[in-house]
């Protein structure tokens, strides 16, 4: 199992649009970052003792194509979204290419807001029958999601994750092996948008491998963890190994990376880790 970090800045990306600053203007690839989501590819065991490689995506970013061909993904089996803004879903109808390749149709998984959300905006996938012309659009199956109702996927343990974006509710995602299997990402946590963790969250927080977690900028934000706030949860969840995501311009890679503790890291666009 891999999980690939597809990208991880913000809503405007890195570099900003008409921006000089020596984030922008950096060099370093590690600089360079896409609209934060994550896919976990993986194999799943068969009964006959063969496997099937499996792709699921967290969120749907607007550069999932550009994400995809830098990862080489040639799949998605499922989607799991964190919540409805648009650097999280409006990459969604990406996902038709995968449709034809595979021969298949996609699992969506979100909460009631976020399918309503998807619903409103992609009207021509979700409402086919009513396109002007026979278009050639994805084909998703949607399935509604309850915050720590956890559900089986593809031989994994998800359990969604109740989170704060501000005040908007939002998913994070836990991922468990199945019973009597074990890796070494896993118990993995991926929690992007976060500015709060509420009580009844802290307990699926514990004894993890693995946590990503949102960490926008050294300045406080309303809506988003900033730098020192994101260390001091990654040190009371005490996760093995810890990656930052969803930063702004405002964190250069190599200087950041200098002053975490040992067991945290900054995360960049294209890092597999499993």
Not at 22 to 46: H, I, M, N, Q
Not at 69 to 74: E, I, K, P, Y
Not at 109 to 116: E, P, V
Request: aromatic share 6%.
């Amino acid at each position: 199992m891999r999980l690939i970090f597809l990208g991880t800045g913000t809503s405007a990306g890195v570099p900003v649009i008409a921006c000089d600053c020596r984030v922008c203007t950096s060099t370093d690839p590690r600089d360079r970052r896409l609209r934060t989501g994550a896919a976990l590819r993986f194999s799943e065991p068969r009964p006959d003792g063969s496997s099937r490689e499996r792709v699921v995506l967290i969120d749907a970013t607007p550069d999932l194509r550009q994400q995809a061909l830098a990862s080489n993904l040639r799949r998605c089996d499922a989607i799991l979204f964190t919540h409805n803004h648009v650097d999280h879903t409006f990459g969604l109808d990406e996902v038709r290419r995968f449709n034809a390749v595979q021969h298949s149709p996609i699992d969506i998984f979100a909460d009631h807001h976020t399918l309503d959300h998807l619903n409103r905006i992609y009207a021509h996938i979700f409402d086919k029958h009513r396109n002007i012309n026979d278009s050639f659009v994805a084909t998703l199956i949607p399935r509604i999601i309850q915050p720590l109702v956890t559900f089986t996927l593809f031989n994994l343990t998800v359990t969604p994750l109740p989170l704060l974006h501000g005040k908007l509710p939002i998913l994070g995602f836990r991922f468990d092996p199945a019973p009597g299997q074990t890796h070494p990402l896993l118990p993995l946590a991926y929690c992007t948008d976060v500015s709060a963790i509420p009580p009844e969250t802290w307990p699926h927080l514990r004894n993890l491998r693995t946590l990503a977690l949102d960490a926008l900028r050294y300045r406080r934000h309303p809506t988003h963890l900033c730098f020192n706030q994101a260390i001091e949860i990654a040190q009371q969840v005490e996760a093995e190994k810890t990656y930052f995501i969803h930063m702004t311009h405002d964190i250069l890679h190599a200087e950041a990376e200098d002053e975490l503790p040992e067991n945290i890291h900054l995360a960049h666009d294209g890092l597999e880790i499993g």
